[in-house]
């Protein structure tokens, strides 16, 4: 994805790049993407992306996925 931004590893993102950037990451990470996904395809770092995505206004998912056992009644 940097590479399809325009925006070389390690550079300060401002303003329309920014805005840009934010959309495209807040409409993946409600796909279904991780953070941690969302960074290897940016070449960011979770904070980064972390950040962003608190700017967004996303609500962010809990940590462990889902619960894999079957629910006892």
Do not use: C, W
Not at 19 to 40: C, H, M, N, P, V
Not at 62 to 67: A, E, M, Q
């Amino acid at each position: 994805m940097a590479e399809t931004t325009g925006i070389s590893r390690g550079a300060r993102i401002t303003g329309e790049s920014r805005d840009k950037l934010r959309e495209d990451l807040k409409e993946q990470y409600e796909a279904g993407a991780s953070i941690r996904t969302l960074a290897e395809q940016t070449g960011r770092s979770y904070g980064f992306i972390h950040n962003v995505l608190v700017e967004a206004d996303v609500t962010l998912r809990r940590r462990g996925g889902p619960n894999r056992h079957k629910r006892t009644e």
